[in-house]
């Protein structure tokens, strides 16, 4: 009698313990995205200096907007974490001031706090270039 459901395995079904997230940041793929501004695909590189340790670390910017951006890394900082940041692509290179303000298996979203004032055309020049390739 395969493909019938009966009471017993209804029963069995719904009394599945919940799900364990190993990150708790997981919950948010779940949730409905609200964002200031739209996010875009991104292929540039880029240097994460940590001043407190004097740590550098190379990563690879996966997704960009106006107000921040988020990097692979499989071992990300903790959040509240103060990263000076250096994005290379295509002969252009932007650094800012970040905080990473969300941190999961993956990598990690920082928050630009302060732009140094030459990079923020480069960052227009890309958003502008990523609105145009985004195909939503």
Sequence with gaps: MTG?????????????PQLQLAFPSEACILQKER??????????????????????????????????CYVHLPFPYLVGTRLELEISFLGDSFEASTTVVHADRWGMGLAFDAVKPQSTAVLGKWLLAARKADVR
């Design 35 to 68: 964002r200031r501004m739209p996010r875009f695909a991104f292929g540039g590189s880029a240097l994460l200096f940590e001043p407190a340790t004097k740590t550098k670390v190379s990563t690879a910017v996966l997704r960009i907007s106006l107000h921040g």
């Design 4 to 16: 019938f459901l009966t009471m017993a395995s209804i029963r069995f079904h719904t009394e599945l």
